[in-house]
């Protein structure tokens, strides 16, 4: 299977049956990191699931006959309980970006949707395909979200305003108070959605998301995952919060429900502190040495509060990609617009330590 595939591809099925056969070593292939290359490239957590998300996900499998019922409120309690919400506040699908979906076509029917130039795309197809007008407004000279500018661009054709914070893949994240102003102007004449997929990892998480805005009944939806900080990004579990009439709008339009092994796993990670703080600590001490692997190599990355780190790495990031292919590390190539910018995803220890020499290697040769 051709390496440059992006997950978007390739979590479509759109690889051709032809490439799939050609290299498919049997019948069936596990997912996750091809045989002996090292994956940096998607953002997921290979510290996860933790092993009481895999207990629960097995027992589940067990009655895999059956629709998933209880576990749906299961888990929607235990999030809600954790966030001061209620259940009504709340929406399950299929990974975050299914919800992300949803609410693009819902509030995408009634206007047009404004988000940041450089972010993150993989819903924003989908939502072109179903006839959704996107205006997008560039970033900030450092590389930030501009609010100022997003805020002006809000006029009576727009219907719903997107923000990923920390952004992907800059790795930036706003100030939460900032962000909260903005909310609460801004969600005077639209629906401000904000991705907050890396939201554990952040600094200050608790001063970073808008959840308290949920609460206070504005015009905002927060939107989550357990694929990042919960390592279950194959399990395809997210959801979303938001005042009860937001959250219905959404679940109207998700079309996936999370599926019951998922959904277990989830309720039991959500809950495992020790593994959250682990997993944690884990992806901040590998974010130190991917900094570190830059700025050894004189090149400055963005700050990140995410599970990976974009920098500029003055040379053309998809050549550079194909290269570190060849010795076997799997990192994005170039971002639309962003030719230069390289974003690498944390890893094990021991893989970052190997991106370390290979990153060196390559740079210098
Ligand atoms: C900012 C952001 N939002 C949402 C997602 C989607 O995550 P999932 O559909 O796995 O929950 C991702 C995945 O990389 C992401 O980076």
Known sequence: MSLQLSRRAVMRGMVSTAVSLAFAPSAFALHGPPAGKIALRFNENPYGPSARALKAAEEALGMGAYYPTDIVGDLMGAIAEKNKIGLDNMVLSSGSNEALQAAFVAWGKKGKV??????YTDHLAYSRRMGVELVT???????????DKMSAAVDDSISLVYICNPNNPTGMALDGDALRDFCRSVGKKAVVLIDEAYNELTDKPEYTSMIDLVREEENVVVMRTFSKIFGMAGLRVGYGMARPDLAETIAGHVMAWPNGPGMAAAHASYQDSEFIRFSRAKVIEGRNMVNATFRR???????SQTNFVYADIGRNATEFQKRMDERDILIRGSFEGYPNYSRVSMGKIEDLEAFDRVFTEVYNS
């Open 137 to 147: 407004i560039p970033l900030g000279e450092d590389m930030a979200i501009d609010l």
């Open 297 to 303: 190599n004189g090149i400055e990355p963005l700050p």
């Open 114 to 119: 404004l988000l940041p130039e450089l972010t």
